[in-house]
């Protein structure tokens, strides 16, 4: 390798850099003021490049291209405001996990409007008139389109700068980024102010993803690898700082530049190929940049929005209806292979909706009474599965005893995540989750040897008699009892009740001798090896292994299935992924548009029950209750 | 032998000297107040002995047994109780189970997996809460109380590890002046009946200078006066910090 080579991938990160800001800066302005993780902020972007090349071809010429780029910017910022208008505002009181669920919702209806209007193919848009051609540079020739690029992110930065400092709404922003209860009490207008923040940050998107047109085809794909860059550009340079995103953008874009310029590199016993760590690369620098400034490279500690939503509830043992109910729920499950004896397939679905309870039952004890959002259980979930299939395929391992030591390798995972997981919190923490589960995904992706890449480990079935699917189920049902139960177990002894005092008040649980930080360790621990066994339990009922099943989607799988239940109620985790995973499974058979089908349904579940599914049942019971007739 | 000795304790924020080579003790039983006007120290000496803040020089001894830069739990194990100035309790908690809470982490129960915790010291939670009064909503979630007796809460959970030191920011700010009195006379006949001592600090003077056994004035993080109630109040630099020394009339006036 050159040291020319070295500098020219240099000036090609400089380049990748200027849409990765523009995407960041956005979500960072949102976040600040709205203190709402846009999620669907990656689909902004995605419809900036595909807007921007229908523009670029249709009208044609430099004015559809150039014109086009600046026309995208806007009609994205319309967007960006109807949707803050129509859906957002409607939420702001909700819990804060519930506006990501709708966001998250607006990302597959997003992504399945994009699929119906432009269709499945990726769509490269014309070069750029006027910057078609390219420039010699360190011997090779860069486009001078890439050129442009460099220099637009730090143009667009500078006026950003000045106006958040010289003009009146700047201010308004960057106080409402401190203090958004005060600034609203001060009389300013926070339906105005969030809508325009909103609208701005989707014209920054939608201008990055224009600008991407002339370099990069337009691609269904695009929003959540999207968003999964934005978030850690955005985490590394501190939430609301918009000079940190162009820190950060350039420190990960020029790294992932560096590991494509060592690339092949023999170490004397073992050859690697960096050019392959591009996908670890972003989120380790993310994990250390968290572990050394939790607050990331700008970011200051986040002002404290006063809770809106309504504290929870005490725990209180479960009523006789409700155990009576479960008596009911457990014995039809069990009678379940008799009656479904001539659709076997219902045997699998079902065997699938256990896994998914598990997986959101562990999820839900730490997001709920521990009140940490993980937004990267899958690697738990990733861990077990994987665990389970090698154990039995590199270890010969009997069936049975990988499905019990599978947890055990969730846990050692769990264990060494969740000691620095836990000393952050909030969105800090949601998102050095999510860069574990990402870098465990990204292990197995590319750890060709052990794992087998990205074909997976295959032929991985359960031995006799579990071979049946009626068995495998029964056994299914029976790690899913006992996981629940013994969660709830300890939830109600002195462990669960420390980890919401912890959650609670951190300062009158230290106060009164509770080690926060190692409670909540455990917990994370815990829940982690139980999110094991639903791993292990996936491997064995679908015969194989493979990244995709432990990607980002599973995590938020998890997210939407334990909001939907429902975070402050017990069952709600339960409920919710059977309704999801049933949902999923019979939306997903109707259509092609099954996203966005599914996501509508989020958006109506959301609008209409804040509290999730079992939380708005209870909240009934307890009217009904209080009704004099029914007291009498 | 004092309970508490304080030793020229001293913390600067950022140059500012929050506390500057400030010392004192409390004896067994003693009802001690801090008093001073606002930004003289209190707070930051009061958050150095519970161990919220580390100082930058001087110690603070429990006994014979030095704290200084010791964590909260750590403090709390020695057997130093503590209300919070804005008084919180689990909010997802009934009121019994907050007092619970504590008494499981005093015997060590934290870490229990498999007995239910609303069985553990029930019965010891609930003498607590009798002896502050609020023993009538026991089962009631704590969120739902008043702000006045979630002060009664925090004191029943403060005194759950049989503290032999009582630490009290501003244990009556925020309170109606009726239901203040009520409260420190509460706190007045519990620690007589434990031989508990008591640091606190307090702006409301009436409470001070009739119920505090001793008095210490601090003003600009310096310790300036230390006495009963009749010698603070002819203490002539405790007259100055509060009221001035009249000089800037005197000399417009003529």
New interface residues.
């Given amino acids: 390798m050159t040291l020319n080579a070295l500098l020219f991938q240099a000036l090609n990160g400089l380049s990748t850099a200027s849409g990765l800001f523009f995407i960041a800066a956005g979500l960072s302005l949102i976040f600040g003021v709205t203190r709402i993780v846009n999620i669907a902020h990656g689909s902004l972007y995605m419809l900036g490049t595909y807007i921007a090349y229908s523009l670029a071809t249709k009208i044609g010429g430099a004015f559809g291209f150039w014109g086009g780029i600046v026309l995208t910017a806007l009609i994205v910022g319309v967007i960006g405001a109807l949707i803050e208008i129509v859906l957002l505002r409607r939420i702001y009181r909700a819990p804060e996990l519930f506006q990501l669920l709708a966001t998250f919702a607006l990302v597959l209806v997003i992504n399945d409007a994009t699929l119906w209007l432009w269709g499945p193919e990726d769509l490269l848009g014309p070069r750029a008139p006027g910057l078609a051609g390219a420039v010699e540079i360190f011997g090779r020739r860069l486009p001078s389109y890439d050129l442009f690029l460099i220099f637009i992110a730090p143009a667009v930065l500078i006026v950003l700068h000045f106006a958040l400092a010289k003009t009146r709404f700047g201010r308004l922003m960057r106080a409402a980024t401190q203090d958004r209860e005060m600034v609203g009490a001060l009389g300013v207008n926070q339906a105005v102010l969030f809508t325009s923040v909103f609208a701005l940050g989707a014209l920054l998107a939608g201008l990055g993803g224009a600008l991407q047109v002339a370099r990069e085809p337009a691609n269904l794909a695009t929003d959540l690898v999207a968003i999964g860059d934005a978030f850690v550009v955005v985490v590394v340079g501190g939430m609301g700082s918009i000079t940190g995103a162009y820190l950060a953008a350039i420190i990960i874009a020029e790294v992932k530049a560096l590991c494509i310029a060592i690339g092949v590199v023999n170490l004397g016993f073992v050859t690697v190929n960096f050019s392959k760590f591009t996908l670890v690369a972003e989120f380790i620098v993310m994990a250390i940049v968290l572990i050394a400034r939790p607050y990331g490279l700008l970011g200051k500690p986040q002002g404290v929005v006063r809770s809106v939503a309504e504290?929870?509830?005490?725990?209180r043992?479960a009523t006789p209806m409700l155990k009576v109910l479960g008596a009911v729920v457990l014995v039809l499950l069990l009678a379940l292979p008799l009656l479904a004896q001539t659709s076997p397939y219902v045997l699998v679905l079902a065997t699938d909706v256990l896994i998914a309870v598990i997986f959101a039952t562990s999820l839900h004890f730490i997001m709920g009474p521990g009140g940490m959002h993980s937004f990267g259980h899958a690697a738990y979930f990733g861990l077990g599965a994987y665990g389970a299939a090698l154990l039995v395929k590199l270890a010969g391992f009997p069936m049975l005893a990988a499905l019990f030591t599978a947890p055990l390798v969730a846990l050692l995972g769990a264990l060494l995540f969740g000691w620095f997981a836990v000393r952050l919190s909030g969105v800090y923490l949601a998102m050095l989750t999510l860069a574990f589960a990402q870098i465990v995904w990204a292990l197995v992706f590319q750890w060709e040897g052990f794992t087998g890449g990205s074909n997976g480990v295959i032929g991985v079935w359960p031995a006799a008699p579990f071979n049946k699917s009626w068995a495998y189920f029964l056994l299914a049902l029976a790690f899913t009892v006992i996981a629940i139960l013994v969660l709830r177990?300890?939830l109600?002894?002195?462990?669960?009740?420390?980890m919401?005092?912890g959650?609670?008040?951190p300062?009158?649980?230290?106060?009164?001798?509770?080690?926060v930080k190692r409670?909540h360790w455990?917990g994370f621990a815990i829940a982690g090896c139980v999110c094991g066994i639903a791993g292990g339990l996936f491997a064995f009922a679908k015969g194989s292994i493979s990244p995709e099943a432990i990607s980002v989607s599973r995590s938020i799988d998890g997210l939407v299935m334990v909001l939907l239940g429902g975070i402050q109620t017990l069952v709600g985790p339960i409920v919710g992924a059977s309704v999801y995973a049933v949902l999923q499974d019979t939306v997903m058979r109707q259509t092609e548009y099954w996203r966005a089908l599914l996501g509508v349904i989020i958006l109506v579940l959301v609008l209409a029950f804040p509290q999730g599914i079992a939380g708005a049942l209870s909240a009934l019971s307890r009217k009904l209750g209080r009704k004099p007739g029914g007291a009498a | 032998m004092s309970v508490l000795s304080v030793r020229s304790l001293s913390k600067t924020f950022g140059g500012v000297h929050a506390v500057n080579d400030v010392s004192f003790d409390i004896g067994k039983g003693e009802f001690l107040a801090l008093i001073g006007p606002n930004g003289a120290g209190k707070s930051t000496t009061f958050n150095m002995i519970n161990g919220q803040l580390t100082p930058d020089s001087g110690d603070i001894l429990i006994g014979d047994k030095s704290i200084a830069g010791m964590a909260p739990r750590d403090i709390w194990r020695l057997g130093v109780g503590r209300t919070f100035q804005v008084a919180a309790t689990f909010g997802s908690m009934t009121v019994v189970e907050n007092v619970q809470m504590a008494l499981i982490s005093h015997a060590r129960g934290i870490l229990g997996l498999w007995r239910p915790a609303a069985s553990l010291h029930r019965e010891r939670a609930l003498e607590l809460l009798a002896q502050v009064g609020m023993a009538d909503a026991a089962d009631r979630p704590s969120r739902e109380l008043a702000y006045g007796d979630v002060k009664r809460i925090e004191l029943a959970i403060a005194l759950a590890n049989d503290p032999q030191l009582l630490l009290m920011d501003e244990p009556t700010a925020g309170m109606a002046p009726r239901e203040r009195n009520d409260l420190i006379k509460l706190v007045k006949a519990l620690v007589v009946e434990r031989g508990i001592s008591v640091l606190f600090t307090e702006h409301s003077m009436d409470v001070v200078f009739s119920y505090a056994d001793r008095i210490i004035v601090l003003a600009r993080g310096r310790l300036i006066a230390d006495g009963n109630a009749a010698a603070i109040r002819d203490n002539a630099k405790v007259r100055e910090v509060y009221f001035g020394t009249g000089k800037t009339f005197q000399e417009t006036a003529s």
């Fill in positions: 504290p929870e509830a005490p725990i043992p177990r300890f109600f002894a002195p462990f669960g009740y420390a919401r005092a959650r609670d008040s300062l009158r649980a230290e106060a009164i001798g509770i080690d409670i455990l």
